[in-house]
Antibody, heavy 116, light 107 residues
Framework: EVQLVESGGGLVQPGGSLRLSCAAS????????MSWVRQAPGKGLEWVST????????YYGDSVRGRFTISRDNSKNTLYLQMNSLRAADTAIYYC?????????WGQGTLVTVSS | DIQMTQSPSTLSASVRDRVTITCRAS??????LAWYQQKPGKAPKLLIY???ILESGVPSRFSASGSGTEFTLTISGLQPDDFATYYC?????????FGQGTTVEIK
């Protein structure tokens, strides 16, 4: 059974940083691209970032490019999202998701709240 | 960036109704489109990928079609479990983008 478990969310002040982690199990992690998708309270889904299976290429949404960094450690079956210069608009549930031809597995999400 | 526009935003329907949700892309995404269902407080669930292929385990009352810029998701015989919000998503080109969502509510 595929499991994706996010951690690292919490309350942070504007301008601050957080690092999210997503521990993966139940599949061969190094065979799949992985992504972060977020959802602000009461809003729709927003794709944040994707990293290829090997980790050699990364892609970002316009709203986070230059502030967020996606990475992965295939030896630890873990996906990361380093978030810097956080803004109130980054407040959301952050989901990690496995990508095949669509996001076919999702974690339960971790809440990030940016507020003073 | 490719914009994805869903219609309607909200749809009121009854059990056993046939409902159709439309998703339009601002430029061609070929067939690189997925549909998701999301219930309150839960992660989204993949229903359809590459525009028309039903994900394993998804009931056959869900179907989808389209290519290029226009896509549809149809639920034939709405069930109580289907009242939820549905999103389309293109993965033809970065940045990947979602539609704004269509909420299917009970009439």
């Amino acid at each position: 059974e595929v499991q994706l478990v996010e951690s690292g969310g919490g309350l942070v002040q504007p301008g601050g940083s957080l690092r999210l982690s997503c521990a993966a199990s139940g599949f061969t992690f190094s065979n799949y691209a992985m992504s972060w998708v977020r959802q602000a309270p009461g809003k729709g889904l927003e794709w944040v970032s994707t990293v290829t299976d090997s980790g050699d290429r990364t892609y970002y949404g316009d709203s986070v490019r230059g502030r967020f960094t996606i990475s992965r450690d295939n030896s630890k079956n873990t996906l990361y999202l380093q978030m810097n210069s956080l803004r109130a608009a980054d407040t959301a549930i952050y989901y990690c998701a496995k990508f095949r031809l669509g996001f076919d597995d999702w974690g339960q999400g971790t809440l990030v709240t940016v507020s003073s | 960036d490719i914009q994805m526009t869903q219609s309607p935003s909200t749809l009121s329907a009854s059990v056993r109704d046939r409902v159709t949700i439309t998703c339009r892309a601002s430029q061609s995404v070929s067939n690189w489109l997925a549909w998701y269902q999301q219930k309150p407080g839960k992660a989204p669930k993949l229903l359809i990928y590459t525009a028309s292929i039903l994900e394993s385990g998804v009931p056959s009352r869900f179907s989808a079609s389209g290519s290029g810029t226009e896509f549809t998701l149809t639920i034939s015989g709405l069930q109580p479990d289907d009242f939820a919000t549905y999103y389309c998503q293109q993965y033809d080109s970065y940045p990947w983008t979602f539609g704004q969502g269509t909420t299917v509510e009970i009439k």
